[in-house]
């Protein structure tokens, strides 16, 4: 057996994987899909409960760690065939990582520069906009009092007391802080993460090899592989898509605003596809942000609300009809599974958990089917 891994040490992954299946004996080969056990003794049941918690608080308390690590791993998943592409025309493997790199450093550079400019004037605008925007929507007061004391008799009951308004606080809730609230920590690694991220390019598959060596059998070894292969091939292809995705409703975004007259339409545009990455959530705040945006630059009429109703439109179309139609094939997540996710990984990483929690959740169901004793949690993903 360490015979042939060692000719194997020296073959390409999709080689050595082919190699590994005929070389799998038929007794061995993994049970048919549709076998989904489910345990049933309570003592695996609570020691898995219970290193399910641990590994979320490890998680959550090395999250300066443990983020740009992840954040690596699945820019790894999307520049990885780039740097295959690269290493067939001939380039060195190294440079084509650092090439890779480069490419990924500049497209970051290049939405900042875009964004930080009309960013932060529309921030320096926000203390005087704000009055502005509250007296041209006047006519919206009562309604929102009437919300409001209707919020405050609920938390009242919950409380077990009469709802007593209460003034402002400095947690109250802010759009552009909850949207941006956990870009800091990335910032924070974005070293890390590119060091990280050069090394998994150069020696990833090394690492893997090394892995698969260890195991003790050709069926675990042929898992193994088959494992990293399907996520590799099927989340590149997500995240490659999401983007292209992504990027063709920025530029729609940045038409509509452009063409109804709405000041800075690039920064919206930026925006548009940045929150295009976080499912559900991200253009329920775009939706706000736009209004606001269209209110400051058209006023409060009809043609202010047009452009956010055409992005609404855009989004309608992208989630609705495009985005199921090209993913349908490779990805059938639950959506409330997909929410759930959101909501967790904002609450545990900010932003950038949001971003990432669609990729982790899909890695997670591709294991989860490929790994008998985890069947029964993919089939639970499904859709």
């Known amino acids: 057996m360490s015979a042939r891994m060692a000719d194997l040490a020296g073959e390409p992954l999709e080689d050595a994987v082919a190699a590994i299946r005929d070389a799998t004996p038929a007794a061995t080969r993994p049970l048919d899909t549709e076998d989904m056990p489910l345990p049933t003794e309570p003592r695996t049941i609570f020691l898995g409960g219970l290193f399910l918690l641990a590994l979320l608080a490890a998680l959550y308390v090395a999250s300066p760690i443990v983020l740009p690590v992840v954040l690596a791993i699945v820019l790894k998943l999307l520049l990885q065939p780039l740097v295959r592409l690269s290493d067939r025309l001939g380039v060195p493997h190294g440079l084509s990582a650092v090439l890779a790199i480069l490419l990924l450093a500049l497209s970051l550079a290049a939405l900042a520069s875009g964004v930080a400019g009309p960013a932060a004037s529309w921030a320096g605008k926000l203390p005087e906009a704000i009055p502005q925007i509250q007296q041209r929507l006047a006519f919206l007061a009562r309604p929102i009092a009437t919300a409001e004391w209707m919020i405050g008799q609920l938390e009242g009951i919950a409380g077990g007391g009469p709802g007593v308004p209460q003034a402002p606080s400095a947690h109250s809730f802010n759009v552009m802080g909850a949207l941006f609230s956990g870009t800091t920590t990335v910032a924070a690694g974005l070293f890390t993460t590119l060091v990280v991220l050069f090394y998994l390019l150069v020696s990833g598959e090394t690492f893997l090899r090394r892995f698969v060596e260890i195991l ?132 545990m990483w900010g932003v950038p958990g949001a971003i990432l929690a669609v990729p982790m959740l899909a890695i997670t169901k591709i294991v989860c089917d490929d790994i008998r004793p985890l069947r029964a949690f993919g089939h639970f993903l499904e859709n």
Do not use: C, Q
């Not at 088959?226 to 530029?251: K, M, P, Q, W």
């Not at 930026?270 to 942000?289: D, E, S, W, Y």
């Open 216 to 347: 003790p059998g050709f069926a675990e070894k042929r898992r193994a592989v088959e494992i990293t292969l399907d996520i590799e091939r099927n989340i590149s292809a997500y995240l490659i898509t999401v983007t292209l995705i992504n990027a063709i409703v920025g530029v729609l975004t940045l038409l509509v605003m452009w063409a109804f007259g709405v000041a800075n339409p690039l920064l919206w545009g930026l925006v548009a596809f940045v929150v295009n990455f976080v499912p559900i959530l991200g253009p329920m705040v775009a939706l706000v942000i736009f209004l606001m945006a269209s209110v400051l630059s058209l006023g409060v009429t009809w043609w202010a609300v047009l452009p956010v109703g055409l992005y609404f439109l855009i989004h309608v179309v992208e989630g609705e009809l495009v985005t199921p139609m090209l993913m349908a094939r490779r990805f059938t997540i639950n959506p409330v599974a997909v929410i759930l996710a959101l909501l967790f990984w904002y609450w």
